[in-house]
């Protein structure tokens, strides 16, 4: 990599909410040890997490994760008089390929970075001890034997996708368990004539296995076409449940669906009920505004999908949806592959052949396609953007009501700026003072207000100047960070 591609990777970095197994901030150099002892957590702590790689950086404040620099110079490091790269490579065990960064961030930042590869069939141990991160420390992983069992584990994984929900099975039984109908339908080709075509067609979408003369249903295809997901008892927990509350908080519910089909099966039946307890806007008057709906149906079902798609199915709870008076909050169980701020522009699904069918059944859009939509018509119905937090096992994506430039705090108002700008970048395009007060509908006399905006948010380092030579403040083109 070139020092270009891993600024890049540590500003991204740095923007992580918190250390977390895989990812570990330092200052300064302490002792060996401690850095051996650190790429044998981070390399298990990668390994439970799905990540490829653990880091170690040198350079950046573990709490406010301001990239300060570092004096330590991780490439011509000794231990005694041996290179200590080579010095902790005899010492891991297996004998791990990590990669040694030493890079300028800017002018007197240095910055040190060790990329760890995830351990694979087993722990990884520095010293013949093997380690792993829990919260902000680093200890033995021997005191954690439902981590160390996992990490063996992962030697025989199998997918979720790919794992049995029912077996023994007559293609009679099949057909009654799974809405083949609605497979058909939305893939757009007729139904067969025969019982036998429909298991044909089936076997080869992976959605059921043979074994013998009987036949299994697979995850998959329980998950997605199930009739009703209670006939598979492993994978039931995992229905999609919508919550409406009154007001702002959780403290009264008002009524609740919980999707008994599977996610395809039952996918138009819940959009269609969420629909109908979305309240209507009245702030908005617009002539091309047909429904006077709050939210936009396709961002709505582009987030909801999403939440499907990139779901942890390890991790515990189903997606889930909830509406409040003035937002709706999807969750789905699992953090993502990759950080939000590159959800325009980048896709990495850990369930790709569920992702992969549900795009080929329309119930989503191409890769990449789905947040770029949402953005679009949050700007079109003149919505605040929208905000994804990530919790400790669970990723959270808010859509907001109606407010006002006034009403939008300054958090608001850069997250919307910085939305606006990928998606102009995305579309071939590039963000100007001009197209930003489109977005938020501010007058050509008050032009100032969107230059604060944007000043706000080169400040918070999410947007750039697209040729930071020209001094024509009017006619400045902005793109995003990583563009």
């Known amino acids: ?69 570092t004096t330590f110079q991780a490439k011509s490091a000794k231990k005694g008089k041996e290179e200590l790269e080579n010095w902790l490579l005899q010492r891991l065990d297996p004998r791990i390929d990590f990669k040694t960064y030493e890079f300028f961030y800017s002018k007197n930042v240095r910055i040190s970075m060790y990329a760890i590869p995830a351990a694979t069939n087993r722990p990884v141990k520095f010293a013949h001890h093997a380690f792993i991160r829990i919260g902000s420390y680093t200890r033995s992983l021997k005191d954690f034997p439902e981590k160390e069992a996992k990490i063996w584990a992962k030697g025989n994984y199998v997918k979720f996708e790919k794992k ?20 058909f339908d939305l893939i757009k080709l007729p139904y067969p004539s025969s019982r036998a075509g429909v298991i044909e067609k089936f076997l080869s979408e992976s959605l059921i296995e043979k074994q013998n003369t009987k036949y299994s249903i697979t995850n998959l295809g329980a998950i997605l076409l199930a009739k009703n997901l209670e006939d598979f008892p492993d994978i039931s927990r995992k229905s999609i449940r919508v919550i409406v509350y009154q007001g702002k908080t959780k403290i009264k519910t008002i009524r609740e669906f919980s999707g008994k089909k599977g996610y395809v099966a039952g996918y138009h039946e819940l959009i269609e009920w969420i629909n109908s307890q979305v309240p209507a806007n009245e702030e908005i008057e617009k002539s091309f505004r047909q429904d006077k709906r709050m939210y936009p149906e396709i961002a709505i079902r582009e987030l909801l999908s999403n939440a499907i798609i990139h779901q942890d199915f390890e991790e515990k709870g189903p997606p889930m949806v909830e509406i409040f008076s003035d937002r709706i909050e999807i969750c789905n169980p699992g953090l993502p592959l990759i950080t939000p701020e590159r959800f325009i522009d980048e896709y990495q699904s850990r369930n790709d052949n569920l992702a992969d069918l549900m795009r080929r059944l329309g119930i989503c859009e191409e890769k990449g396609s789905g947040i770029d939509k949402v953005i679009f018509y949050n700007e079109l119905f003149q919505l605040p953007a929208i905000e994804i937090q990530l919790q400790e096992k669970h990723t959270k994506v808010i859509i907001y009501a109606y407010k006002t430039l006034n009403q939008m705090d300054k958090k608001d108002k850069i997250r919307a700026c910085y939305q606006h700008c990928c998606l102009k970048y995305v579309s071939n395009d590039k963000m100007t003072n001009q197209t930003l007060r489109d977005r938020f509908q501010i007058e050509a006399k008050n032009a100032a207000i969107a230059s604060r905006i944007i000043k706000e948010t080169l400040n918070a380092s999410l947007i750039k100047e697209e040729d930071p030579a020209s001094n024509s403040r009017k006619y400045k083109k902005y793109i995003p960070f990583w563009a």
């Open 1 to 69: 990599m070139n020092e270009k591609d891993l600024r890049q990777i540590l500003k991204e970095l740095a923007r992580q909410p918190h250390e977390s197994e895989w990812l570990e901030f330092k200052q300064n150099f302490h002792s060996p040890e401690e850095i051996g002892e650190r790429i044998s957590a981070l390399a298990n702590g990668a390994c439970l997490s799905n990540k490829t790689h653990g880091f170690l950086i040198f350079g950046i404040e573990d709490g406010s994760h301001k990239i300060t620099g």
């Open 164 to 183: 049995i929900a029912a077996t023994s099975l007559s293609p009679q039984n099949v057909v009654s368990l799974l809405d083949t109908q609605s497979y």
